[in-house]
């Protein structure tokens, strides 16, 4: 089992920038796979982000591409992304997940951080 506790979401103007962390616990954080996803009202869970378990590559959505960034530290067991350039289409509810069982399925997710972009 791996547990996930978002954090870092909130309200900020078009153009700002955000960070999330997800912080993870339960199995060694070097062994799984991790990703970000985000759920707008009325739509379906997209992905958003992916990192490997060694942090060696990383995958975006073309949505996304240029303006965030994922990362992990291992010292800390904690995932982040960085959120720049930000538009009021970035606005959903953020999800951390692990441990990949497909290109876009992971086995455990967090709770969720809301993010607001106001234009």
């Known amino acids: 089992q791996v547990q996930l506790v978002e954090s870092g979401g909130g309200l900020v103007q078009a153009g700002g920038s955000l960070r999330l962390s997800c912080a993870a616990s339960?199995?060694?954080?070097?062994?799984?796979?991790m990703g970000w996803f985000r759920q707008a009202p009325g739509k379906e869970r997209d992905f958003v982000a992916r990192?490997?378990?060694?942090?060696?590559?990383?995958y975006y959505a073309d949505s996304v591409k240029g303006r965030f960034t994922i990362s992990r530290d291992y010292a800390k067991n904690t995932l982040y992304l960085q959120m720049s350039s930000l538009k009021p289409e970035d606005t959903a509810v953020y999800y951390c997940?692990?441990?990949?069982?497909?290109?876009?399925?992971?086995?455990?997710w967090g709770q969720g951080t809301q993010v607001t972009v106001s234009s």
């Open positions: 997940a692990a441990h990949q069982l497909g290109p876009t399925r992971f086995a455990y």
């Open positions: 339960g199995r060694p954080f070097s062994t799984f796979a």
């Open positions: 990192i490997t378990w060694n942090g060696d590559s990383t």
